[in-house]
T-cell receptor, first 116, second 111 residues
Framework: NAGVTQTPKFQVLKTGQSMTLQCAQD?????MYWYRQDPGMGLRLIYY???????DKGEVPNGYNVSRLNKREFSLRLESAAPSQTSVYFC???????????????FGPGTRLTVL | DQQVKQNSPSLSVQEGRISILNCDYT??????FLWYKKYPAEGPTFLIS?????DKNEDGRFTVFLNKSAKHLSLHIVPSQPGDSAVYFC??????????FGTGTSLTVIP
């Protein structure tokens, strides 16, 4: 039982390049989330998927797209990376946002992204 | 605007003493609060939570206190151990909605 896994762990991009961050969970969770962590800002929600087939914007969605590929996988795409997107990105999941709205979230280890 | 604030970026405590980490929030509608612990190069892990209908919740060495009138949350760790050295995030939500996280407090427990 690996929990929440993220790939890659580290990535360096040039401005304007695109990339996809991958996230998978093996806990049969319905809800999945993408956060970014910046110094002095805490963790901020980018997008979430309450259940398979649905996605919604969080606090800071601009510049990102997401895909809930299936129940296990939730990817985050940067179409044209900008230096302001330099951050640590965390994926998280929990049982079901609708049925258990206060359920704790399980986090992956993070992806450290630098955009030059 | 930051709805959840942790005004102390760092805290150092001697092993065996009490660690007190503080968190303030601005949204009076928040009704569920959590603390997460984060080690370097790892994701945050859940530590303890409290609902707004309570003012205290204990789990072993960890106790969370909620003062709704002051919009203030605190985490007490007694006794502190070197393995407690980590970054601690508080988070708050209105039930059914997203969690808002504080900026974190880095705790160092000195042996």
């Amino acid at each position: 039982n690996a929990g929440v896994t993220q790939t890659p762990k580290f990535q360096v991009l040039k401005t304007g390049q695109s990339m996809t961050l991958q996230c998978a969970q093996d806990m049969n969770h319905n809800s999945m989330y993408w956060y970014r962590q910046d110094p002095g800002m805490g963790l901020r929600l980018i997008y979430y998927s309450a259940s398979e087939g649905t996605t919604d914007k969080g606090e800071v969605p601009n510049g990102y797209n997401v895909s809930r590929l299936n129940k296990r996988e939730f990817s985050l795409r940067l179409e044209s990376a900008a230096p302001s997107q330099t951050s640590v990105y965390f994926c998280a999941s929990n049982r079901d946002r609708g049925l258990y709205p206060s359920d704790t979230q399980y986090f992956g280890p993070g992806t450290r992204l630098t955009v030059l | 605007d930051q709805q959840v604030k942790q005004n102390s970026p760092s805290l150092s405590v001697q092993e065996g003493r009490i660690s007190i980490l503080n968190c303030d929030y601005t949204n009076s509608m928040f009704d569920y609060f959590l603390w997460y612990k984060k080690y370097p190069a790892e994701g945050p892990t859940f530590l303890i939570s409290i609902s707004s209908i309570k003012d205290k919740n204990e789990d072993g060495r960890f106790t969370v206190f909620l003062n709704k009138s002051a919009k203030h949350l605190s985490l007490h760790i007694v006794p502190s151990q070197p393995g407690d050295s980590a970054v601690y995030f508080c988070a708050a939500s209105v039930t059914g909605n997203q969690f808002y996280f504080g900026t974190g407090t880095s705790l160092t427990v000195i042996p």
